[in-house]
């Protein structure tokens, strides 16, 4: 199982550009987030979702939006991207017969120029 | 607001010494709390969570409902304990907040 994948790794864009993260997971769970870290701020949870075709914002949701079409897929799109956007993305999943454990991605490091 | 507090960013201690790595958080529920580590290049992942009441690679924490607390513990540091480490709380929904985090030293 490859557990939690993130694409892409890295990537850097420019001002007013667009963007999708994408994150998968292949161990059929129901939860999925998308957090944000930054040093001196720990991990910030921008949006969730509990379950295919559901999403709610989280603590830091301006300027992100998600899509759950899928259950083992949770899209993070910037529209049009700002430099306080520079970050590394975490991806993770989690089921309640795990006990809510959340399983992380690799991440994804954004620059915007 | 549910919030968890981390107050040391970075904390060292000579192996073999016993080490402690604060987290404070409030929640006016029911909390449900979490040690993540994230040791170099690697994942995120958990330490241990209070439910489970277990230690793990030597850490235990207890939830201390009276002074909001959930502090981890190990009696003998190791070199390998050197990472970043989060505590974590759920709140009813499935919402996460994570703290700051403390990233430990372990002196050789």
């Known amino acids: 199982n490859a557990g939690v994948t993130q694409t892409p790794k890295f990537r850097v864009l420019k001002t007013g550009q667009s963007m999708t993260l994408l994150c998968a997971q292949d161990?059929?769970?129901?939860?999925m987030y998308w957090y944000r870290q930054d040093p001196g701020m720990g991990l910030r949870l921008i949006h969730y979702s509990v379950g295919e075709g559901t999403t709610a914002k989280g603590e830091v949701p301006d300027g992100y939006n998600v899509s759950r079409l899928k259950k083992q897929n949770f899209l993070l799109g910037l529209e049009s991207a700002a430099p306080s956007q520079t970050s590394v993305y975490f991806c993770?999943?989690?089921?309640?017969?795990?006990?809510?454990?959340?399983?992380f991605g690799p991440g994804t490091r954004l620059t915007v120029l | 607001a549910q919030r968890v507090t981390q107050p040391e960013k970075l904390l060292s201690v000579f192996k073999g010494a016993p080490v402690e790595l604060k987290c404070n958080y409030s929640?006016?529920?029911?909390?449900?709390l979490f040690w993540y580590v994230q040791y170099s290049r690697q994942r995120l992942q958990l330490l241990l969570r209070?439910?489970s009441r277990e230690s793990i690679k030597g850490f235990t924490a207890d939830l201390n409902k009276g002074e909001t607390s959930f502090h981890l513990k190990k009696p003998f540091a190791q070199e390998e304990d050197s990472a970043m480490y989060y505590c974590?709380?759920?709140?009813?929904?499935?919402?996460?907040?994570f703290g700051t985090g403390t990233s430990l030293t372990v002196i050789p």
């Open positions: 161990m059929n769970h129901e939860y």
């Open positions: 993770a999943s989690s089921s309640p017969g795990q006990g809510y454990e959340q399983f």
């Open positions: 974590a709380l759920r709140r009813s929904g499935n919402q996460f907040y």
């Open positions: 929640y006016s529920g029911s909390p449900e």
């Open positions: 209070h439910i």
